[in-house]
């Protein structure tokens, strides 16, 4: 087990290496290795232990009734999958998870970690600290997904990374990648897109975006207008 890597997870943050290889040393752990496209979790599957991703990539995945995949997002080593489902009333995974890369993941049992919770200060901040950045992530995406339109969608995207005084963006997503964030087909994002420029709300070149119609866009994301 790499300890100075895992010192870097939001669970063991302002540990060092040593340091967490000594909370890690007082509680039962094992890890788990998977390969590319092996399930992890299924949604609906009960979360009874807390999962660090120690290695590679996996990604959290809703399918809807018409068996349309929606990806939520890719969890990278070194984040904890779902640690704001490990306890509750109803603590269930709400997602598939799958590994995208050869991965290995850390498993602490749930009455395991409640005993890292309560001997240890750093630790427990920081479990709460990531369940209300979860609990604020789901929010964010609920939001997108509940927007009617892709334009909606995008309106609202591009007025909360840009300001009046400074109306440029460069994305850090890839356009099938902010799709996927969208939950909607690369095509017709790309669609949406083209039509907002030839409005004249928005310029962009490649990942660089400049809403140039401030106040339409703002309509846009209200539902308001189509352009």
Do not use: W
Request: with cysteine; hydrophobic share 40%; charged share 25%.
């Amino acid at each position: 087990m790499d300890f100075d890597f895992l010192s870097r997870s939001p669970v063991f943050r302002g540990l060092s290496a040593g340091e967490t290889e000594s909370v890690l040393g007082g509680v039962r752990y094992r890890t788990r290795s998977y390969l590319p496209g092996s399930v992890i979790a299924l949604s609906g599957d009960e979360v009874t232990s807390l999962q660090i991703v120690a290695k590679g990539l996996v990604k959290g995945e809703m399918v809807d009734y018409s068996g349309r995949v929606l990806k939520i997002e890719d969890i990278a080593a070194p984040r904890a999958l779902a640690p704001a489902f490990l306890f509750g009333s109803d603590n269930r995974y709400p997602v598939n998870v799958t590994a995208v890369t050869e991965s290995i993941l850390l498993i602490i049992g749930k009455r395991d970690f409640v005993s890292l919770l309560c001997c240890n200060e750093t630790i427990l901040t920081n479990y709460l600290d990531m369940i209300s950045s979860r609990s604020q992530f789901l929010s964010e995406r609920i939001r997108f997904i509940t927007f009617r339109t892709i334009k909606g969608k995008l309106a609202n995207y591009l007025l909360e990374h840009t300001t009046v005084e400074n109306p440029y963006i460069r994305l850090n997503l890839t356009q099938q990648e902010l799709s996927d964030f969208f939950g909607v087909a690369r095509p017709s994002l790309a669609r949406a897109i083209r039509e907002m420029e030839e409005g004249g709300v928005i310029e962009s070149s490649g990942k660089e975006f400049r809403v140039t119609d401030r106040p339409t866009l703002l309509s846009v994301a209200a539902g308001l207008a189509d352009v």
